[in-house]
C-alpha cells in the first residue's frame, strides 16, 4: 500500500490458518513479506523464540522497524502498517460498498470527477481479481498482470484522486431517504452519503463437507491462491476444484511450483466453462492432471488437511489421496441479504436487480414515486447503485466490472443533479 517497499517477517507453521490469513492480506494490499515456515521445536526456539511449532504466540510477525507482534491479528497488522483509516468526514457524496474492479473503479471515476468518495471494504482492495494468480484478458496488459499487482495500481489511482478507502470494514445494514443514503457497518461506523454504489461482487461457493470450517485456511483454501502457490514444494500434490477459469488459471500458476496438480471436476469436459486458450495449456502442461466427473467427498486430517476423499459420479467408486493443498475455486454467490431487508429487488439467486430490468411489461417497480424510470444500473431504491458482479445480469469478468464501476458514476452524477 502507502508503503509497499516494507518487508514483513512471518514465522510460523505449515497449515497455520492465522499465518494463512496474514499472508493473503499482505499479499492483496502489495505488502512485501517473507514466509519463514518453522519445521520443528528447534527452529521455533532459534528462530522465533519459542518453546516449540505448537506454542500458541505463534505465528510471530517482525515489522521493519522491529516490532514483533506475537499470534497478532489482520486488523492488529493493518493498524500497524497505517492502514486502518477512520471516516475523515461526516457526509459523502458517494459511498461504495466492495474495492473489487467495480468499487475500485467507480471510486476512479467518482473521486476524479470531483464527488467526495469514501470505499468500504470488508477485507483488502482488489475482490475476486486480486485472487488471481494472472489476469490475461484484461485491455492493456498484453503479457497478463497478477490480480494483486492490478488492484494495487486501482487503489493507488483512486486514493491519487481523493477517493478515502476504508479497510476491514464491512457495511451490514442500510436506511436510504431520498438523497441521503446511512449504511451502518459491522464496527459500529456510520456512513452517510447522497447516492451509494453496491459493489459487493459474490462470495466463493463451498463444498459444504461438515469438517470443512475446520479446515480452512489449514489445507483448504478458496480462490486461485496466489499467496500460497510459491509456498508449495516441489514434492507436494496439489488439488484443484472447480472447472471454471479461475480453477484453469488456478491449476497452471500451481503446476510451477508442484509436481503434480490434479483439476478436479465435476462436468464432463472442461470445454464447456474454460476459455480456449487454457484449456490448451492445460492440456500441454504434463504435471496437470483432469479428472472429470468426479467430486470431493471428504476432507481428512487433524490440526491441517492432510488427504482428502474423491468419488467418480460415473462409475461410484471413491479413493483416498494425500494432500495439504485443496484450493476452492468453485464460482461465487452474492450475499445480499440486507438488500431484501430494505425491499432491494433481487433476482432468485439473490442478485441486484437494475434499470431496465425492473420493468415490468413497461411500468416502474411498485415502490417507485420518481417521475423518471429508473437508471441503468439504479436499484428500485433511487440513488443505490449496483455496479459488477452483484448485479443481476452481469458478465462476471474483470473487465465488465470495471466498466460497470465507472457508468455507476455516470448515473450516480445524473441522479445528484437532478433527483
Ligand atoms: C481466481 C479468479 C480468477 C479470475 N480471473 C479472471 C480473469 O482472468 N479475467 C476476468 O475477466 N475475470 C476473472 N475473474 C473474475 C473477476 O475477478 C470478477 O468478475 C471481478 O472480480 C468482479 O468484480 P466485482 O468488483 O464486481 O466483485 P469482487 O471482485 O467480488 O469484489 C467485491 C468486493 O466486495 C467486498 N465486500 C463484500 N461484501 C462487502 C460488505 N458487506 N462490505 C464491504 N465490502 C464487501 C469483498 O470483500 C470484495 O473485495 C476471476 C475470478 C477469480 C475468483
Known amino acids: 500500500m502507502n508503503q509497499p517497499e516494507q518487508e514483513v517477517l512471518i514465522l510460523g507453521t505449515r497449515g497455520s490458518s492465522g499465518a494463512y490469513a496474514i499472508r493473503d492480506f499482505l499479499h492483496r494490499c502489495g505488502v512485501h513479506f517473507q514466509w519463514i515456515e518453522l519445521a520443528d521445536d528447534e527452529q521455533a526456539r532459534s528462530q522465533a523464540q519459542v518453546t516449540g511449532i505448537n506454542d500458541n504466540r505463534l505465528p510471530i510477525c517482525i515489522f521493519p ?30 459511498s461504495i460498498y466492495g474495492a473489487g474492479p467495480a468499487g475500485l473503479s467507480a471510486a476512479v471515476y467518482g473521486a476524479s470527477e470531483g464527488l467526495k468518495t469514501v470505499v468500504v471494504e470488508r477485507f483488502a482492495v482488489g475482490g475476486q481479481a ?70 459487493t461482487g459474490v462470495e466463493y461457493r463451498r463444498l459444504g463437507l461438515p469438517n470443512e470450517d475446520h479446515f480452512r485456511g489449514a489445507g483448504v483454501y478458496y480462490g486461485a491462491g496466489a499467496s500460497e502457490a510459491s509456498l508449495c514444494a516441489a514434492t507436494d500434490h496439489v488439488f484443484v476444484v472447480g472447472g471454471g477459469n479461475s480453477g484453469a488459471q488456478a491449476a497452471l500458476h500451481f503446476s510451477r511450483f508442484a509436481v503434480k496438480v490434479t483439476m478436479v471436476v465435476r462436468d464432463d469436459s472442461l470445454k464447456k466453462s474454460v476459455s480456449q486458450y487454457l484449456v490448451d495449456r492445460i492440456r500441454s502442461t504434463t504435471r496437470i492432471e ?32 494425500e494432500t495439504n493443498w485443496l484450493f476452492l475455486c468453485l464460482g461465487g454467490v452474492p450475499h445480499t441479504q440486507w438488500a ?28 417507485w414515486h420518481l417521475d423518471r424510470d ?12 449496483a455496479a459488477g458482479d452483484v448485479r443481476h445480469g452481469s458478465v462476471k469478468r474483470c473487465a465488465s466490472a470495471v466498466g460497470e464501476g465507472a457508468m455507476a458514476v455516470t448515473f450516480v452524477h445524473r441522479y445528484v443533479a437532478n433527483g
Open 130 to 199: 486480486g485472487t488471481s494468480p494472472r489476469i490475461e484478458n484484461y485491455l492493456g496488459f498484453p503479457g497478463g498482470i497478477s490480480g494483486a499487482e492490478l488492484a494495487e495500481r486501482a487503489r493507488e489511482q483512486a486514493c491519487r484522486f481523493g477517493a478515502e478507502i476504508l479497510l476491514l470494514r464491512e457495511g451490514i445494514r442500510g436506511e436510504f431517504q431520498p438523497g441521503k443514503g446511512t449504511v451502518y457497518l459491522a464496527d459500529g461506523t456510520k456512513i452517510i452519503s447522497r447516492a451509494c454504489v453496491c459493489a
Open 374 to 385: 429508473p437508471y441503468y444500473m439504479e436499484t428500485n431504491l433511487p440513488g443505490i447503485f
Open 340 to 367: 431484501e431487508e430494505i425491499g432491494i429487488v433481487r433476482d432468485e439467486a439473490g442478485y441486484l436487480v437494475t434499470g431496465p430490468d425492473l420493468m415490468k411489461n413497461g411500468h416502474r417497480p411498485g415502490n
Open 65 to 94: 522497524d522491529g516490532t514483533r507482534m506475537q499470534h497478532p491479528t489482520v486488523r492488529q497488522i493493518t493498524e500497524k502498517l497505517g492502514l486502518f483509516q477512520n471516516p475523515s468526514q461526516s457526509e459523502y457524496d458517494l
Open 290 to 321: 483432469v479428472l472429470l466427473l468426479t467430486e470431493v467427498t471428504a476432507l481428512h486430517g487433524d490440526h491441517t488437511l492432510r488427504a482428502i476423499t474423491l468419488k467418480n459420479k460415473l462409475a461410484g467408486n471413491e479413493w483416498m489421496e
